[in-house]
């Protein structure tokens, strides 16, 4: 592994790809409905991300229910059953060891909606507008 991916550069390919394949799995699980939780089975819940450590003995996996809504309830039910999540992902991915997984809560989603809100302040459309649509308002406004 190069010295940057060790000092916490860009991740490896090999990190990406096992993040990808952990995901998958959890997407599965939860789709499937494998965890017997009464908080997860009334949620939908995306895994948008995960992101593995270099030495590939944690996974942090990012998860936000549909709607955004008892993001902690959910995450305490899928920390409740870690122990089972983590030999499940570890029986459908080929890995040496199983990693350890971390669950928080994705802020992807809160990110989109404050960059959707500042797109749509008045000023800050003017300032997109290019010249000659600035021209065409001014003319019929």
Known sequence: MSRTHQQGGEPSQRMLRVAE?????????????AIIDPVLHGHVIT?????????????????????????KEVIEALDRHRKFIRG?????????????LRFKPDSGFEYGIKIDALLDKPEVKRDLLSDRDVSDLDKTG
């Open 47 to 71: 895994v948008p991300d995960v992101r593995m450590s270099p030495d590939l003995k944690l996974a942090t996996v990012f998860v936000m229910p549909l709607g955004g809504k008892d993001v």
């Open 88 to 100: 499940e992902v570890a029986h459908r991915i080929n890995l040496k060891f199983a990693p350890e």
């Open 21 to 33: 394949l952990i995901r998958h799995s959890l997407s599965d699980l939860l789709t499937r409905g």
